[in-house]
């Protein structure tokens, strides 16, 4: 039964949460599965990484002498080809092949049945799952559909377990220097905030509070020496800000919009009287200009600490940044730059550096060479924060909220970065880097590669030459090229709404159009979709206040917050509409919900028209389109598809909405179930409605469009447009060349048929349509 499938699987998933040892959770996770089976015992056995051998590693109803021994390197004898190779096995003992007579031994004195299964991973086998019974006879059909339905999660369970336990690797009989080598692997999880794998050296950087850490007393100087101290800031003031302006205008290329945002708030901050009045106060005390800054800095922290909304929290860093800019540019002024890192001389011949902080501050970053920085590793900082930014535009992996990283990574650790599992691993292994290595260099040499140049129309096509477009979501004008490197051209989803959120203050109509105007400038006669701003809820403007909202996924935001902000939507709107002079702009509405809302801004695009034809500026011919990411526009599509000239798919929001779960809340996230039969339904639904008026089109924009595993399902709903994260493209187009249609709507007619997401992904994989990558 499907859901006493799901039952086991949550149940499993829970107790390897739970229990700290990965090898206890398994442990208890087998005692599960063997109860649910009616079985007498059951075992785990995993094929170990670095010597390929087969280790016995949980098990249960087994000898209390075998139990002891866990976890228990298997003699080569012992079935571990059928193990490697993830052959199945379901049968009496008496006709079991006769490698398998081993592990039976293990653990079936007294049983008379075993099935043997393998648990696989990206197509590779991980090991198997045994179970064993008392029967003579082979066990029956409706445990093996059960047991068969829980073991590809399970697989990923034992993996992600696996990794997080070094415990893993020490089997008993183990070979002791792999066993040595492997056990130096520290697995720390945080927050990707980009994605990438990576790997380099720890590079750690002081927190800019100990660099600046006040003495207690003032020194005892003379009125020289105030005033001496008082020039020096003078100085150092006038030197950090010019090394401010210096670096926006280094970084201006690659940074784009964030650039002038980010250091001009520092170039601003310099000038911020209050800052000074501030400093200056203590220099008067009689304290040294680095005392000053740090008592200055503490001052700030106790008053930011107190600040709710998070994001204006996170602007303290700016704060700090510019006070280290000031100590930096101090020191030099006296001829003594202590603040560098110890390990820095040692580090200094390293390429490819990690940098480890508790928070890292824009200037930080941007003072290691750019070329060297593999990736960032940081105890604290948001999404928002002003160095994730500047990570996500350098394309640098970057993980948040690292607990301990800065205790427990050592400066000259060798680090892999895995933001995609959200993970990183401290001293890397060799065995651990072996495996990693094909990811790294892919990851790499896409960094390297960089280009400026725009892809040419390349026709992508299935194998029975159906064409499909891959379309790439951005949020920073500098991902364009990015976008062009990983070979797309057109622009499925601009989220406008970062442009807003990295400034202080709300961008005017000419800012605004600068940077749309950029972006079609890169986009070179591509289309280039503006999302009209999707603020509110998660996502709220810092210098907009707004009052506390109990649901704020279903509160003010989106298309409900521009039509309600007038003074926001009315520059916005004209902006772009200046812009669709310049390219081929579609212009995208978020979050409509009815009829009403697409008249409602309807109207105020006219309106902007107007103004802008009276203003004697020029607008283009541009497309209009709708978001489907609420419910009650799916069911009403057949009232809004006249009303508009294509159609973006919203799943991220659509999927919360339809299955009332907070696509944010990691403890709900299993029940964010985007390839359910009933999304699949809908998706197939809007297509064929979309597909019945010519020259109208729909694109899928959610992450699912990304999704390789969903991709046939996907071509089967009926879609030709995809618009996903650029990286992703490289790795779906190859496989839409091996697809052919009808293929995938024979496995999406049967996909329907399903009644749970689980049983679709079974689907998918029995159909054996993807093949994992190589
Ligand atoms: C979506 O909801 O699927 C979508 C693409 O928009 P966002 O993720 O920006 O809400
Ligand atoms: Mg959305």
Known sequence: MPNNDQQIIHR????????PNAQQGLQQAVCCLVENAGAGAGAIFVIRPQDDRIVLYAAHGVPATLAAKLPLELSSDTGNDIIRNGRAVNDRKKHLPPELVGVFAHLANGFHSLLLLPLVVGGRPIGSLALAREADRPFPQRVLNSIEAVVPPLAFFILNALLADKQHYSANAGNTTATAELTQDVILKGKAITKGVSCGYVQKLVGVEKILQPKNHPDSVTPEGIAAEKRLFADALRVAREDSINTAKQFGDVLAEADSAIFAMHTMLLDDPTLKQHITAYLDKGFLLTDALGRALRDFSAQYQKIDDPYLRERLSDIKDVMLRLKNAADNLRGSLEAAPADAPKLADRRRIILVARELLPSQLVSVP?????????????????????ARALQIPMLVGVPGIMLKARSGDCVIMDCGSDSCFLRATTALLRRFAGPIRIFRNSRQNLSDTVPPESALATADGVPVQLMGNITLLSEVVSMHHYGIRDIGLYRTEFMFMIRNAMPSEDDQFNIFSRMLKAAAGATVTIRLLDAGGDKPLPYFKTDHEDNPALGWRGLRFLLSNPEIMAPHLRAILRASALGDVHILVPMVADLYDLAEIKQALQVAAAELRQRGDKIGDYRLGMMIEVPSALYGLDRLLP??????????????????????????????RQCHPIVLRALQDICRQVHAYKGKTVTLCGELAGSRRALPLLLGAGLRQLSMTPHQAPVLRPLVNQLSIPDCEKLFARAILCETEMDVMKLIDEAGMIKSPS
């Not at 998933?13 to 739970?18: D, H, T, Y």
């Open 12 to 19: 499993i998933s829970e107790i390897i949460a739970q229990t």
């Open 370 to 390: 750019l070329k060297q920085i593999c990736g960032i590793l940081c105890e604290e900082g948001g999404a928002t924060s002003h160095t994730a930014i500047l």
């Open 643 to 672: 009303e508009v000239d294509f159609v973006s798919i919203g799943t991220n929001d659509l999927v919360q909405f339809l299955f009332a779960v907070d696509r944010a809340n990691a403890r709900v996230s299993k029940w964010f």
